[in-house]
């Protein structure tokens, strides 16, 4: 059972109820010298994030606990989830629920999930969101596969190579069997540049997809690759970190047509990479082709607000050829938790949010790059996550790194062969100057062992 502490008014209801005026008339049977009237010397009390932590120190001392500090990112990211999100999100009405998409799914349901739409629609500036998609990556395919609805173009997908490889690779792969063919804008210093992406948009070109902050961490000129879409015709979908809103401008002030965005990092855990959540919304020129459902608000017969599955174009619903998506599902928990990881947070919240995020990561680059044999890899500004050029190699160095204590970051050879002597490294707010400071000694020792 969850512990509710008594307020004041509970206390003088309960007094009262059995005719006592104060707490101390409840231990009169007690003897004065056992009482406990001295002061038990209670320190201050801790922000929920200092208690977090102190807790956390105190389980690490388990034996077989996994005591690394986490810098890892790529599209997954160790940021603080506020007691709130679990406790809720618990609860066996949203936790044993069953799939929400039939006609039948109850208020509660459709109104957490309304309320997501709505909550999403406020943190990217779009016009309508739907209820969630499976992850990042399935976001920006379903975004892609929307695009090409609407534009009834079947030619060309242009893509920044600084989206996420697997987001790509994803997008590929259901498009094989397609008319459409994907063409990647490859990467220059960490970035995507305006001329050479705009050279490679022609006028069949349904979408083009660009990530901002991008998979480096590098913010784009985004406005200009939107224009070179927009001069086109082309849909402009961007993948956007959504805690990077916090102090970002919203994707519809640079003319963003579709936003999509890993909502990991948004009160979900790093999971070992899942289940997660794929955030998609959109101008109101795509409603009719938004892939999955859009729940709405209506008045039931007696006048009362209630809500109902508005849209819900898939093939189990409607014909096959009219169906915008074969997807089954959103991940109706973790919107959820996304929803009142929101509400907890609030606009202020989620600034200083993506504020510690920034400075912290500056901090760690800074940190990083005064040791010897690191170095940052690419010039310009960044959010929360930053690649070195690490002069041995990045493999045998990130096992030293995490045998003192870290997960140091995550090597981009997996994914570019041609830095296959980088490290992505990603800071969040929950990181404190003793872990960077740590991590940069780790590095240090790590790389002259070599």
Not at 150 to 178: D, F, M, S
Not at 213 to 235: I, Q, Y
Not at 301 to 308: E, F
């Amino acid at each position: 059972m969850a512990y509710i502490a008594n307020t004041p008014d509970d206390v003088r209801v309960m007094l009262g109820a059995i005719g006592l005026d104060s707490l101390d008339q409840l231990f009169d049977m007690i003897p004065p010298e056992y009482r406990l009237d001295r002061d038990l010397r209670i320190p201050p009390a801790l922000t929920e994030f200092d208690l977090t932590r102190r807790v956390g120190a105190l389980l690490a001392r388990n034996e077989g606990a996994d005591r690394r500090v986490c810098f890892l990112g790529a599209g997954s990211y160790d940021h603080f989830i506020p007691a709130v999100v679990d406790s809720l999100a618990s609860r066996g009405e949203f936790y044993t629920a069953y799939t929400p998409y039939q006609a039948e799914a109850s208020q509660g349901t459709l109104q957490a999930t309304f309320e997501y739409q709505t909550l999403m629609t406020q943190l990217t500036g779009m016009d309508v969101s739907n209820a969630s998609l499976y992850d990042g990556g399935s976001a920006v395919t379903e975004a892609v596969l929307m695009a090409l609805a609407t534009n009834r173009r079947a030619g060309r997908v242009v893509v920044a190579g600084t989206v996420h490889p697997e987001y790509r690779k994803i997008l590929e792969t259901y498009l094989t069997h397609l008319d459409s063919e994907v063409v990647t804008v490859p990467p220059q210093n960490g970035g995507v540049d305006p001329s050479a992406f705009a050279a490679a948009i022609t006028p069949d070109t349904a979408a083009v997809v660009i990530q901002h902050p991008n998979f480096f961490g590098r913010l784009e000129d985004v406005a200009a690759l939107v224009d070179a879409a927009h001069a086109h015709g082309a849909t402009a979908i961007v993948s956007v970190d959504p805690i990077s809103l916090g102090v970002l401008r919203r994707p519809d002030a640079y003319g963003a047509d579709v936003v999509v965005a890993e909502g990991q990092g948004l009160g979900n855990p790093m999971s070992f990479g899942g289940p997660y959540l794929g955030i998609l919304a959109c101008r109101q020129d795509y409603l009719r082709k938004l892939p999955g459902r859009i729940v709405g608000q209506t008045a039931d017969r007696n006048g009362k607000r209630s809500w109902v599955l508005t849209l819900q174009t898939r093939e189990q619903h409607i014909r096959r050829e009219k169906a915008t998506s074969n997807i089954c599902t959103n991940q109706g928990l973790l919107a959820l938790r996304s929803s009142i990881y929101l509400a907890a947070m609030g606009p202020r919240g989620l600034r200083e949010a993506a504020e510690l995020s920034t400075r912290k990561a500056h901090y760690a680059a800074e940190a990083l790059a005064k040791v010897d044999g690191l170095s940052l890899a690419f010039p310009g500004p960044f959010f929360k996550e930053f690649a070195i050029r690490c002069d041995k190699d990045p493999r045998a160095v990130l096992e030293k790194v995490g045998a003192a204590g870290f997960h140091g970051g995550v090597g981009l050879g997996r994914w570019y062969p041609e830095l296959a002597d980088h490290i992505l490294v990603a800071v969040t707010e929950k990181r404190t100057k003793d872990e960077i400071d740590g991590l940069a000694d780790a590095y240090r020792d790590a790389l002259a062992a070599s």
